[in-house]
């Protein structure tokens, strides 16, 4: 097992059979709390340990993780405010609570509730979910049955682990079969697809990837599905942004029934998830599988935070989108051009907000995410077509988001810049601690966020 810090040799160590966590780095943290004379220096501990986080990669790292986004000052203020400490189970209204004293909250959540069918152009929105994880659980809790078939996409492709064996559709109790993916157009092979989906009439068919560059044929495999009143279930967490903006395709116009997604990757608001959908059949299966099952007390805080950033989506969300997919596309020409294999070359790289290189040349995903890491760029290792589900610890493939630098006002000439960095460390092989005041003198200027109610669109330079 890797370590990252020095055990302490007068700890006691935990087993590392039993431990799913690094052994090495609890260690750290009970030294670091053992040096506390007081319960004041354990809370100074851990608000140090939150100061530095921030500093390095709040400003000095080029965030390149294609799940994060920066969020706003004003979603980040109502993330701490008052109402968080409220109670609120249950559907909006106070017969529908189990609580007194919610008027206000009520307010609050059918604000969100509004503002998401706007966003989204759906006749119905749930606030209410925590993670979009949950989501996708409660899609599998009300629209399938154990040992119903459903078809999701393998890992290697860029599958999710919600959707497959070992996460929530797994749990389920759900026969799952792979949905046959073209590795070189990155995209559903549709003629395999209806051959297959034709055997085993699957209850559900999910789309929507964790590595995602290129849209799906949503349309086509609903008309296949519904032969057998199959239903699409399209798991945005990545797009849901790109969707609300209006910049990738928009799975519920093409036939899809339902999309789950987060709300703190291209949507760019508090992490935590969004479910709409047009169906009236599904009302009642879905939101009675959020309550009482998925969720309780959800977090008015978040679903405040929620409703401002679905405004900033309503406002800015084109602009803001548009140019996260041109930096993606910008991004990986220019790794493309310095000798860094990108996947999807042929087809113009991607229209997402993500690039995909196969860095298998290069010593790999896990080692090329660490040194680029050393030299304040953070990105991750990913899974590539070329591997294998086994392989996703030491993958092939390194994954890069735009979202951020999109947010800091970065344009199509700032991502020449960070492919050049890029290329230092993994083609030039330059040390990357050589470079890394060099990265961090070019992320200084960058530290407002735009593409919000408080800065508007970023200035033309
Ligand atoms: C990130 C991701 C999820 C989980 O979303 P959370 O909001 O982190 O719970 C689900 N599905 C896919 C495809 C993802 O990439």
Known sequence: MQTISPTTPDVPQVSESVEVHDPAVLAHARALLDACATPADMQETILQAVARNEAWRGRQCINLLAPEAPTTPTVRGLLSSEVGTRAAEGHVGSVNRWFA??????EIESLCIELLKQVFKTRYADHRLVASMIGNMVVYASMAQPGDTIMTIAQPFGGHSSNRQNGPAGVRGLNIVDIPFDPDELTVDLDRFRTLATQVRPKIVTLGLSM????????????IVGEWGGDIFFDGAHQLGLIAGGQFQDPLAEGAAVLTGSAGKTFSGPQSGVIVWNEERLTRPLTTAIFPVMAATHQVNRVAALAASAVDMLAF???????????????????????????????????????????????????????????NIITNKNLIPSD??????????????????????????????????????????????????????????????????????????
Not at 101 to 106: A, Q
Not at 214 to 223: D, I, Q
Not at 389 to 413: A, H, K, N, Q, Y
Request: with cysteine.
């Open 101 to 106: 004293g919610t008027k206000y909250i009520d």
């Open 212 to 223: 995602t560059l290129f849209p799906y044929p949503v349309r086509e495999m609903s008309e």
């Open 317 to 375: 969300g084109q602009a803001y989108m548009a140019q996260i997919v041109r930096n993606a596309q910008a991004l990986a020409d220019a790794l493309q051009r310095r000798g860094i294999p990108m996947l999807g070359s042929h087809k113009g790289y991607t229209r997402t907000h993500q690039a995909i290189a196969d860095v298998r040349q290069f010593g790999g995903g896990l080692e090329v995410a660490h040194r680029l890491a050393q030299a």
């Open 388 to 461: 294998q589900p086994s392989d996703w610890d030491r993958p092939g493939g390194l994954r890069m988001g735009t979202i951020e630098v999109t947010r800091l006002g970065m344009r199509e000439r700032e991502m020449e810049h960070i492919a050049d960095f890029i290329a230092q460390v993994l083609v030039d092989r330059v040390e990357p601690a050589a470079i890394v005041s060099d990265v961090t003198g070019f992320r200084e200027p960058f530290q407002t966020l735009y593409y919000c109610v408080e800065q508007g669109l970023p200035p033309h330079s």
